[in-house]
């Protein structure tokens, strides 16, 4: 059963539809922000703002590899291009492990 308490989001929803999935999550938490108020803060939360500001969102507390970079290129889909296809193939297989009565909405492999 789903909890109420939890909003799942992709970043394929972002990347779709950036402003309508910050007003939903706006809801679920529940705040009370105008269409303007959301058309504000909307271009502080797109990729390129992120990216212009990585020091504000890149973890300090995990060491990553050299070279790695937190905020890689904004695109759908691109994760997959650092999973070999065993990589996959296990995520998958824990995916139907952790959640057997099928994958929540929101929430794609």
């Known amino acids: 059963e789903a909890d109420p308490r939890v909003l799942f989001v992709s970043y394929e929803d972002l990347k779709a539809d950036l402003s309508g999935t910050v007003t939903k999550i706006a809801k679920h938490l529940e705040l009370s922000l105008s269409d303007r ?4 803060l909307v271009p502080r ?7 212009d500001n990585k020091e504000r969102f ?3 507390s995990v060491g ?3 070279g790695f970079n937190f905020l890689r290129k904004g695109e759908v889909g691109d994760g997959k291009t650092l ?3 065993e990589m996959q193939a ?10 057997p009565d099928g994958i929540p909405e929101g929430v794609r492999p």
């Open 83 to 85: 999973m070999t296809a």
């Open 37 to 40: 108020q959301i058309q504000e």
């Open 45 to 51: 939360f797109t990729f390129q703002a992120m990216k």
């Open 64 to 66: 990553w590899k050299e």
């Open 90 to 99: 296990r995520y998958d297989a824990w995916l139907k492990t952790e959640f």
């Open 58 to 60: 890149e973890p300090i």
